[in-house]
Nanobody, 128 residues
Framework: QVQLLESGGGLVQPGGSLKLSCAAS????????MAWFRQSPGKDRREFVS?????????SYADSWKGRATISRDSAKSTVYLQMSSLKPEDTAVYYC????????????????????WGQGTQVTVSS
């Protein structure tokens, strides 16, 4: 079993930056594929933001986040980070951390059904 705890959400002005953190426990962190998804108000499904493969073998970003987000992982802290910049009001959402015990191929990283474990989410609000 893997437990995930997100932090770092909050209120930020348009054009601002925010860094989310997700601390993982319960399994060897290096063996986990880690990802961030979000669920916007009024939408009934989660949307892929970014993922990083186990052992830091590679990363993936949704098109709308390329150039605006950087995902990273710190094995010593068993934590994955999402640095977001140039935030827009439409980025307002609950951001979820997800983990998979499997080494997902690149084409599978953006599918929420591939991840067995989910955090409770952290609210990000972009507003002036």
């Amino acid at each position: 079993q893997v437990q995930l705890l997100e932090s770092g959400g909050g209120l930020v002005q348009p054009g601002g930056s925010l860094k989310l953190s997700c601390a993982a426990s319960g399994r060897a962190f290096n063996g986990l594929t880690m990802a961030w998804f979000r669920q916007s108000p009024g939408k009934d499904r989660r949307e892929f933001v970014s993922a990083v493969k186990r052992m830091n073998y590679g990363t993936s970003y949704a098109d709308s986040w390329k150039g605006r987000a950087t995902i990273s992982r710190d094995s010593a802290k068993s934590t994955v980070y999402l640095q977001m910049s140039s935030l827009k009001p439409e980025d307002t959402a609950v951001y979820y951390c997800a983990a998979s015990n499997r080494g997902l191929i690149t084409s599978a990283l953006g599918r929420d059904q591939e991840y067995e474990y989910w955090g409770q989410g952290t609210q990000v609000t972009v507003s002036s």
